[in-house]
């Protein structure tokens, strides 16, 4: 079973900085995607950042600029590093890593950390 444990949520003043991190751990093959979901009060949740396993990332319009996803794949591990906090960016922060668990069943994978919690504000 693949899971994964998520760090660095927190309360920043605007204009601060949090990283978060998130390690996976299980039986994995191999990792083809890791990412960071996002999902403030009363608003659906979406995709803040990805990251595929050549090092290609993909950002939210609101957040570019400010955040930056990146991974260490030896330690199945991504970070998302956030910067120019502003309140708007308060929400539950989800980590999610899609893999494949075996190169023999081709069993794909896809799980989502429990969330951590990040709060901008004074």
């Known amino acids: 079973q693949v899971q994964v444990a998520e760090s660095g949520g927190g309360l920043v003043q605007p204009g601060g900085s949090l990283t978060l991190s998130c390690t996976a751990s299980?039986?994995?093959?191999?990792?083809?995607?890791m990412a960071w979901d996002r999902q403030a009060p009363g608003k659906q949740r979406e995709v803040v950042g990805s990251?595929?396993?050549?090092?290609?990332?993909t950002y939210m319009d609101s957040v570019k600029g400010r955040f930056t996803i990146f991974a260490d794949n030896s330690k199945q591990t991504v970070y998302l590093r956030m910067a120019s906090l502003q309140p708007e960016d308060t929400a539950v922060y989800y980590c999610?890593?899609?893999?494949?668990?075996?190169?023999?069943?081709?069993?794909?994978?896809?799980?989502w950390g429990q969330g951590i919690q990040v709060t901008v504000g004074a």
């Open positions: 299980g039986t994995i093959f191999k990792i083809h995607r």
């Open positions: 999610n890593i899609k893999g494949e668990v075996s190169e023999f069943h081709m069993m794909d994978f896809a799980v």
């Open positions: 990251i595929d396993r050549g090092g290609m990332t």
